[in-house]
Structures are given as C-alpha cells and as structure tokens.
C-alpha cells in the first residue's frame, strides 16, 4: 500500500454542523429567544427614556447632528448627509426608518416644539409623505440644542456603538422635561405607550413648583399643567378624565375640533379651523363626503379645504333648510371630528425598566436626572479648574524663582 493511501486513511472527517448542535428543550428556547427580542424592542426601540423623552433613535439623530456641527446657528445640509451619518455611525437599521423618524422631528404639527429645523418638503397634515432626502436639508432646531447642551461636560454616560467604533450617549442631559413637552407614540412587545404633548410654560411652572413643594400632589401639579396641548389646536373635555390619565398614567381624552356655525350670503356654513391631534385632513373630507353621498348626513351641499399657510380652514356649506347645529353634532359623532386620545403613559426608568408613570412620577425622574447631570457638571468644571490651578502653579512657581533670582543678581552687581 502507497504512502500516500496509508496517511489518507489516519485523517478524522470534519466534524459536521449537526454534530455542533446542542439539545434544548423547545419551550425553554423560544421562551428565551421571545425575552431576547421583546427586551430588543422595548429597550433599543419602542418605548422613550423619561428622563429626555427619547427613544433611541431619535437620541441617536440628535446627537449625530451636534456631532457634525448641524445647530441652529450653523448652515442647513442636506438629510441624507444625516441619515448616512446616523446608519455608519450607530444605528445599523435602514434608511427609511431614520429619515421617517427625523422627518417627524420637523414636523410643527407632530411636535409641540419641533427638535429638528426642516427646508423643503417635509409632509403635511393631508398624510402627504416627505420628499426623498436627497432633496430636503436639515439641521437642530433650537430646543434640540437645550437638550444637548452640557453633553460635552462629562454629564451623561457614554456607550459603545454597534462595532466600538464610536460612542454615543446612553441619554441626553436635557434642559426640558421633553417627555412631557413632545409626548410619544410607540408599540413594543406586548406594550404601548401614548404620552400626549404639553405647553412648555405650564410643564416649568408645574417642575419649578415641584422643586420648591416636594410633597405636592397631582392636584397641585394640575393648578399648572392642566391638560395637553397639541400642536393641531383643537379642544379637550372632561377635567376629571385628564385628572384620571395624570394621577394613573393611563385614561382617554376627548378632543374636538374648533369649528364655528357662520352665516353667509347663500346660508349657513360650518367653518373648522383646528382639528383634533393626529388627524388627517384629507382623509376627514373624503370621509364626510361619503357620508354625505351615503345620505347618512343630510343637509350638506358643498365642502371645500381653503386651509393654506396660515392655517386650517375646512368649509361645509348647508343647504337653506338644514339645522347648523344638527349637522355639527352629527359631524362630531360620525366623523373625526370628535376623537379621543388614549393615554398610556409609559417610559423607561434608568433607560431598562418600563413603567406607566403619573405626571409626578414624570416630573421627579427628570429631576432626578438633572441633579445627577449638574453634580457631573459641578465635577467636571472643578477637575478642569484644578488642572489650570496646578498648570498656573507651576508657571507662577517659575515665575517667582526666576524674580528672585534676578533680584539677587542685581543686588550682587549693586553690590
């Protein structure tokens, strides 16, 4: 036998891939596998930290636009510059998603304060989609940089990105309560959450009240903050359902359009100019005129969208024999222009465990967190000062032996 036969017959095969596998029950795996991905969801996804009312998406937008110098005072560029910054650097998920996410950013009737300045089309209140980024530009608008201001003081956490390539903050310091100020939308495994929007001033006054009255109730945070304030106008009802959603973090609130029953040349008309949050405009109309068409509404004979950038203006003209009022009840129970808005208020505390959370709890999370930022700021700011301190030491140190020394040479030579 050849050599070469000899020796093929001493090599041990490969071991195969299904002599690699291990036995595990299948309940055990898919019960570990569905944690897996439902933590993925409700910590890296869905759900917004309550201490800057981010999710991390939005956080990672941010922060990438304070990176590369985007703040208000800076020149627009374009999204995709963005976008691409966002995707190499910490968020390895699809294009679409981040520039949908920061479109929503720029828009004034998503955001009660918009975090991102948009030029070009960013979409509208008719459902119309934003143009491509390629096409529109974008940088921080000026309440995104009073969430980031300090960032580079040593007053958040940072982490390593997707490869270690890079770090980016685990939260941002934020100067604004952002949770209550923008609110949140979210579905994540098995939960949800539905934060409404909030007037700026009235979320200071409740926090500098909380500040100075730590033992304060809802009801007191309420003489301050009394009910949601969205950004498409509109008008809430019920006092005690919007207690009930403050003191519990869960509840319903009922919203209204703002509309008037005017009368004109040819009769009556029914004029609406704020629509309840979340509502498209266009679809609103053609539900109308399906209903009309339907005769489940019946004394309508036109319906014109004169809204422009001044503002919404839906028109429903009546004919001379209808009932204004009738017709607005009936608008109100058959269409959106009455809905409601489902509260669930429920965010991340200390960026892992979700919790529904009171409109106190909200507040004293945030506080809780500007506490640590200003300690870590305090800290910082001593540390740089110290090391000035010990540089100026030195160099007064020297200064002085080198005074001294030439006052002794001179005394020598006077001498």
Excluded at 178 to 196: D, E, F, H, K, Y
Excluded at 217 to 246: E, H, R, S, W
Aim: proline share 6%.
């Amino acid at each position: 036998m050849s050599p070469t036969k000899s020796s093929a017959k001493n090599i041990e095969p490969a071991p195969t891939q299904l002599a690699r596998l291990i036995p595990r029950p299948i309940v055990d795996e898919m019960q570990e596998s569905y944690l897996d991905y439902a933590m993925s969801v409700i910590v890296a996804r869905a759900l917004p930290d309550v201490r800057d009312g981010l999710k991390p998406v939005h956080r990672r937008i941010l922060y990438a636009m304070w990176d590369i110098g985007l703040k208000p005072q800076a020149k627009l560029r374009k999204s995709a510059t963005v976008v691409g910054e966002v995707l190499g650097k910490y968020h390895p998920h699809g294009d679409v998603a981040v520039y949908d996410s920061m479109v929503r950013l720029a828009q004034p009737f998503s955001m009660r304060q918009v975090l991102v300045t948009g030029q070009g089309n960013f979409g509208s209140v008719d459902g119309d989609s934003a143009a491509a980024m390629r096409y529109t530009e974008a940088k921080l608008a000026p309440v995104a940089e009073e969430l980031l201001a300090d960032i580079d003081r040593n007053t958040v956490n940072f982490i390593p990105n997707y490869d270690g390539s890079h770090q980016e903050p685990t939260v941002l310091p934020a100067k604004l309560p952002n949770l209550l100020l923008n609110g949140t939308m979210g579905i994540a495994v098995g939960m949800a959450t539905s934060i409404p929007p909030h007037n700026l001033g009235e979320v200071i006054d409740a926090t500098v009240h909380l500040i100075e009255n730590p033992e304060a109730d809802v009801g007191d945070l309420m003489k301050f903050v009394q009910g949601p304030d969205f950004p498409t106008g509109g008008a809430i009802f019920n006092k005690a359902d919007i207690k009930q959603a403050y003191a519990t973090g869960k509840g319903s609130i009922v919203m209204r359009a703002i509309a008037e029953i005017v009368e004109g040349k040819s009769g009556f008309q029914i004029v609406a100019t704020e629509l309840p949050y979340q509502v498209n405009k266009a679809e609103l109309i053609m539900h109308i005129a399906e209903l009309v068409k339907d005769k489940k509404i019946e004394g309508i004979r036109d319906l014109r969208d004169e809204s422009d950038k001044d503002g919404i203006r839906v028109v429903v003209e009546l004919k001379k024999d209808a009932y204004p009022r009738k017709i607005l009840n009936q608008l109100y129970k058959q269409t959106n222009f009455q809905t409601s808005f489902h509260v669930n208020c429920l965010a991340l505390v200390d960026g892992l465990q979700p919790r529904v959370l009171t409109l106190k709890n909200v507040l004293e999370y945030y506080l809780k967190h500007r506490q640590e930022v200003v300690r870590r700021r305090a800290e910082f700011d001593l540390n740089k000062a110290k090391d000035r301190a010990h540089i100026l030491r030195c160099h007064f140190g020297n200064a002085i032996v080198a005074i001294s020394q030439l006052g002794k040479a001179q005394s020598r030579r006077g001498t």
